[in-house]
């Protein structure tokens, strides 16, 4: 094995997350090919070891198979799957030693159930271990099942886990889903189970298990599978150094769950300290810390969406951005909307709208800070209604834009415009009161409710269906301080609470009643810009990590593979 080469990059390939995954790969393929240990002259020839397997495969088959003396055992050197040493032979499984295939009492018969020797699921294999505590075989259940001798090697041939392997440490019974083997020389069993675990071998039990939806790996098929054998004494070499090996990848396996462990915990303190702490001067020490941080507190991709929601959620709750006594109060901003939305009513530009519920001071879920107001959303906006039905009749190749649901997005108000359908409206009548202006904010209403979307500038027609909300925002709060409302976690709180139905489904009055935290409008903008530069440095974030992941996994492959020629 050539460590140099793998200690050269070990900082680098050591942080894919995969890594020792493959480097536990990379053991079993140099074993089973003969390059983790030197050979030995001195070593007793393969030839004895077949001497003795013959011998004892005789005594334990029939007296019409015992016929077949020791020439039969073993491939010809051509057929061999892997390029292992000289002195190296390959047998079939059947021809190391007993093979079973396991079998199941009938479960309405308690008889066959008890203590008294372990019964073995596909569940039961744990990587180097056997779990023996489940349900067990009683004396008179052996007499059903098939009992499984001491250090067999046992390997679920059906399912998912296809390919798990593991050497008994006593006597089992085991079900139907697993194979068994029981090497004619006890000293077989290590080695020949590294055999079944090496890459050679478990692609090939999956290519003979066929592509059904269960793929099966039948006995008949298994016991044909061949294995390459080296000497006994090369066998017991290659087994200690994996035990050394293994040993190590379980260090390293220990120290990277410790240092991910240690690191979750300190993101998962500085974002409960962000989402709920409600002292001023401590919150702002610990997002001063997330914000100069926060690249060093994620290593996944996945993790940068819990950064995103807590920027967001910063954001409504005014932490992200420093106050201004300067700034006009936003009670003085409603006061204004107010007004502005009887002047709209009076010139019939828009409807009268219904009265909105009362805010209840006691049910608020977090303070404001000064300057601050809470709304219902219906006092924020001009428009609030639903799409329109019937549109297939509209269904076109080309024309004006139809946004549906699956346009709409659960972390981002940013539409998806991969699957685009179109639409040919009449002039007049259907579609018209649903036709979307730059500024609507689109809300799913129906199935997955609080999906979102916001129409920028210069989108071209466009129109909804009865599954979707459409909300105008009056012109002073045009922009994205709403949107961002909506996909914070406070926002997505609410379009969990009221749904109702099999299908869930949320009211227009549902939607009128959100609750809006509103800042002073110079605030609002501070907010928006501040949440945009740092969803594009999540962005990047995201980009690079996505890069770093690709580029160390293209690494760790390389060095494994030159390590693996090198050594040859």
Not at 18 to 29: H, N, Q, T
Not at 170 to 180: E, G, S
Not at 250 to 272: C, G, N
Not at 312 to 324: D, E, M
Request: aromatic share 6%.
């Amino acid at each position: 094995m050539n460590a140099e080469l793998l200690l050269a990059h070990y900082d680098r390939i050591s942080d894919a997350s995969d890594a020792v995954a493959r480097l536990r790969k990379f053991i079993l393929d140099l074993a089973v090919r003969g390059k983790l240990v030197e050979q030995d002259a001195k070593d007793d020839p393969t030839s004895e070891l077949l001497d003795q397997i013959a011998s004892r495969r005789k005594d334990n088959r029939s007296k019409k198979s015992s016929k077949v003396g020791r020439s039969a055992l073993g491939m010809s050197p051509e057929k061999a799957l892997i390029e292992t040493p000289p002195t190296w032979r390959w047998l079939r499984i059947d021809e190391i030693g007993i093979t079973q295939t396991g079998t199941t009492p009938p479960s309405g018969e308690p008889l066959y159930f008890g203590n008294f020797i372990p019964f073995v699921k596909p569940a039961d294999l744990n990587g180097n271990s056997i779990d023996y505590a489940g349900a067990g075989i009683s004396e008179a259940g052996i007499q059903y099942s098939r009992l499984i001798s001491k250090r067999s090697i046992l390997m679920v041939c059906i399912g998912a886990t296809l390919g798990k392997a593991n050497l008994t440490d006593r006597d089992v019974c085991c079900n139907q889903q697993i194979n068994a083997v029981t090497p004619y020389v006890d000293e077989l069993a290590e080695f020949t189970l590294l055999a079944l675990k090496a890459s050679y071998f478990q692609e090939l039990a999956w290519a003979k298990a066929g592509t059904g939806t269960l793929p099966i790996l039948s006995k008949g098929k298994w016991e044909q599978l061949p294995i390459p054998v080296p000497p006994i004494a090369e066998q017991h070499r290659i087994v200690a150094k994996v035990d050394e090996l293994m040993a190590l990848c379980d260090r390293l396996e220990a120290t990277q769950h410790e240092q991910e462990t240690r690191r979750e915990q300190l993101t998962a303190s500085v974002h409960h300290h962000l989402n709920n702490g409600e002292d001023a001067e401590e919150l702002r020490t610990h997002a001063q810390f997330f914000i100069g941080h926060f690249p060093r507190l994620t290593t996944r991709p996945d993790q940068i969406k819990q950064v995103r929601q807590t920027i967001l959620n910063l954001a409504v709750r005014g932490k992200l951005v420093p106050q201004s006594p300067n700034d006009e109060q936003a009670s003085k901003l409603l006061k204004r909307i107010e007004a502005e939305k009887r002047r709209l009513v009076r010139d019939g530009v828009i409807g009268k709208q219904a009265s909105l519920a009362t805010i209840d001071e006691s049910t608020l879920p977090f303070c404001l800070p000064s300057g601050w107001c809470w709304s219902r959303l219906g006092g924020l906006v001009q428009l609030v209604t639903s799409g329109s039905r019937d549109w297939a009749k509209y269904y076109s190749s080309e024309g004006a834009i139809f946004l549906r649901m699956g346009n709409l997005s659960r972390d981002s108000y940013r539409l998806r415009l991969s699957n685009i359908q179109h639409v040919s409206p009449p002039i007049d009548g259907e579609g018209s009161r649903t036709k979307l202006k730059e500024g609507d904010i689109l809300i799913s209403i129906t199935g997955e409710v609080g999906l979102l979307g916001l129409i920028p500038s210069g989108f071209g027609d466009a129109y909804i269906n009865q599954h979707t909300c459409l909300v105008r925002p009056m012109e002073q709060l045009m922009g994205c301080y709403l949107p961002q409302v909506f996909c914070a976690p406070f926002g997505q709180e609410q379009f969990d609470e009221p749904q109702r139905g099999l299908k869930n489904s949320f009211r227009l009055t549902d939607v009128t009643d959100f609750l809006v935290p509103v800042p002073p409008l110079a605030e609002q903008h501070r907010i928006v810009a501040k949440v945009d530069e740092l969803m594009v440095l999540c962005d990047k974030l995201e980009a690079s990590l996505r890069t770093t992941k690709t580029e160390t996994s293209r690494l760790l492959a390389s060095v494994l593979h030159h390590a693996l020629e090198a050594s040859a």
